[in-house]
């Protein structure tokens, strides 16, 4: 085989070695001069003998068993697991030996490249101060890096092939992987150390591959840790003196001969009791946040169509009649919950659609199971909210119209809590609105909190 048409030099990196234009026809022309040769040279051996014809076949014949013998070579080589160069042929079988010899170094060029690529994925996984895991679809470990080790105190000779589970116990770290809804991280304390505050978050990726990275976040917990407690004591520190404050000016406001200060004792008092009500949602807020992990013993069977009724109560006796309010609820679904929180989310809803939108708008409140779980939703035909507030109403203190909030008596909260209790039912707020259309606030509960009581049993739905 003619050395100039070998592939030769080594490839450095993945740059696939251009096909090298040889000319195509010599190898065919090659091939045609050689059968010609025989051809020829057999049919003249013939006609000397008085037989043409039969010199012309044994030719042909001669050719094509000399091409099956070579062909035969030519596959067994071809079989072999390393190919190596291959000499003495020439024609089309010498540009397939040519060939094959190309593809398998393109294809070694290929794997050494991702070898280099996975090499360095590893080494700078590996240098990461995060716990990186590869998940396979069975949420068996793959890979991890020396983080692992230090975070929740993983070891790749002992702990590959292991369900993670079995090796990171922890319930809200179990539910996150039975779940499969990776959008939010998950935070609970390090199976090693439980001073230690781990985030874990899970990064689906590939073929059912799944990447769990592991943060330290001690020092962040901690302080939205001391931030909550400041919070806590001093809304409840302020709650004591407000209480004797109010007391007071309650008295004050029964009293005779006010002479003329009827109306600063009534705006004193309306302040106060405002103050009151930030103080109570702002305790509240700080008492669901700080519950995060510790409410299983709060939970019970909700009978939701009861809690409607409870709210549908408590808004007609504060003035519902001013708007047209309907019910559709679907009395077979209930909730596995926190009671309390529960009406309070629901009330806190229904209660800001009367409030926030003019005397006899339409409400309606709708209970009902949809393919993930069940919804509650509160949808009015108001004002609506411009979209670039959406976004932020659930922050603290946010409100689009301040005066408006405070006339009606808001603390900026409302939606806050909202989510926080949405947050405990594994559960999610979701607001649309439409300046000029209305508002619809949907809060949506996976099935795993949702029961149904068609049956004598309650039994999950979905
Ligand atoms: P607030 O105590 O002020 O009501 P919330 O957190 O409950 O606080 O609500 C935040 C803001 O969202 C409100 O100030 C109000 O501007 C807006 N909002 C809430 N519900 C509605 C609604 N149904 N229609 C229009 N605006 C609303």
Redesign the pocket.
């Known amino acids: 085989m003619a050395s100039s048409r070998l592939y030769a030099g080594p490839a450095t990196g993945f740059h696939p070695e251009p096909e090298p234009q040889t000319n195509m026809n010599r190898p065919w022309t090659e091939e045609l001069t050689r059968t010609a040769i025989i051809v020829v040279g057999f049919t003249a051996a013939g006609a000397l003998l008085g037989h043409v014809l039969a010199g012309l076949i044994t030719g042909l014949v001669v050719t094509l068993f000399m091409l099956y013998q070579r062909l035969y070579r030519f596959i067994q080589w071809f079989d072999k697991d390393h190919l190596e160069e291959q000499s003495g042929d020439t024609g089309i079988v010498e540009d397939l030996y040519y060939r094959a010899l190309y593809l398998q170094k393109r294809q070694q060029d290929k794997v050494s490249h991702l070898e280099k690529v996975i090499r360095r994925f590893q080494e700078s996984a590996r240098a990461l101060p995060d716990a990186v895991i590869i998940l396979n679809e069975r949420n068996e470990v793959e890979w991890l890096n020396k983080a692992a080790k230090k975070l929740v105190g993983l070891k790749k000779t002992r702990d590959a092939g292991q369900i993670i589970s079995n090796l990171i116990r922890h319930p809200e770290f179990n539910r996150y992987l039975i779940r499969k809804d990776f959008k939010a991280p998950i935070e609970f304390p390090s199976p090693i150390d439980n001073t230690t505050q781990i985030r874990a978050r899970i990064v689906p990726y590939g073929r059912h591959l799944k990447l769990l990275v592991i943060r330290d976040v001690t020092k962040i917990h901690n302080m939205e840790k001391m931030r909550q407690e400041f919070i806590a004591s001093t809304s409840h520190e302020l709650r004591t003196p407000l209480t004797v404050i109010i007391g007071y000016l309650e008295s004050l406001r029964d009293m005779k001969n006010l002479e003329g200060n009827e109306p600063v004792i009534e705006a004193m008092l309306g302040q106060a009791r405002r103050m009151e009500s930030i103080i109570r949602?702002m305790l509240l807020l700080a008492r669901l946040e700080s519950l995060k992990n510790h409410r299983a013993n709060t939970r019970k069977t909700i009978n939701i169509e009861n809690v409607i009724k409870q709210i549908r109560q408590e808004a007609e006796a504060t003035g519902a009649w001013t708007h047209q309010l309907e019910f559709d609820v679907d009395s077979s679904i209930n909730l596995y919950g926190n009671e309390t929180e529960i009406h309070s989310a629901f009330s806190?809803?229904l209660?800001?659609?009367?409030?926030?939108?003019p005397a006899k708008c339409h409400?309606k409140v709708s209970w009902k199971g949809y393919d993930k779980g069940a919804q509650y939703c509160?949808e009015?035909n108001?004002?609506?909210?411009a979209k670039k507030?959406l976004a932020r109403?659930?922050?603290?203190?946010?409100?689009?119209?301040?005066s408006?909030?405070?006339e009606?008596?808001?603390?900026?909260?409302?939606?806050?809590?909202?989510e926080q209790i949405m947050k405990h039912h594994d559960g999610e707020l979701i607001?649309e609105?439409e300046i000029g259309k209305?508002?619809r606030?949907i809060c949506n509960f996976p099935a795993e909190v949702v029961l149904t009581s068609g049956s004598p049993h309650l039994k999950l739905i979905g």
Do not use: C, K, M, W
């Not at 108001?382 to 909210?385: R, V």
């Open positions: 949602d806190n809803l209660q800001n659609a009367l409030r926030y939108t409400i509160v009015d108001g004002p609506g909210i507030h109403l659930t922050e603290r203190f946010y409100r689009v119209d301040v408006r909030s405070r009606t008596g808001g603390t900026g909260l409302g939606l806050a809590i909202v607001i609105s209305g508002s606030f």
